[in-house]
């Protein structure tokens, strides 16, 4: 089951454990962002609210997708 949350003017889904649902959509707007930001990922994350964590997976991911 999901829950809904409020975060700046958007609505968030979350799964039963409080975590909030990224739609791929989302994700691959971050991960073009991150790409062209010359930043490294982990201060990207952090600039963004998003734990390295997640976004290392969601790199990674990408990657092994498009090879």
Excluded: C, H
């Excluded at 959509?25 to 998003?50: C, Q």
């Amino acid at each position: 089951m999901t829950d809904m949350q409020k975060s700046a003017g958007a609505i968030l889904k979350t799964d039963t454990k409080g975590r909030v649902q990224t739609p791929a959509t989302r994700r691959e707007s971050l991960l073009d962002e991150f790409e062209r930001s010359g930043l490294n990922a982990f201060k990207f994350a952090a600039l963004v609210g998003i734990k390295y964590q997640t976004f290392a997976a969601w790199a990674a991911r990408k990657e092994v997708g498009s090879a």
